[in-house]
């Protein structure tokens, strides 16, 4: 039985709970959130 997780949605929860919890970190957050979407939109 194997569990195939998508990278996106789980950088996405990663980044929330982060947001919740340290809430400075929000620009640093979604800055970083928007590059690894954006490399891996280029690598695909």
């Known amino acids: ?6 990278l ?3 950088v996405a929860l990663l980044a929330g709970i982060l ?3 340290i809430p400075r970190l ?3 957050i ?14 695909r």
């Open 30 to 43: 979604v800055a970083v959130y928007l590059i690894v979407i954006g490399i891996l939109g280029l690598v």
């Open 1 to 6: 039985m194997s569990i195939h997780v998508s």
């Open 8 to 10: 996106q949605p789980l």
């Open 26 to 28: 929000l620009n640093l």
């Open 19 to 21: 947001i919740l919890l």
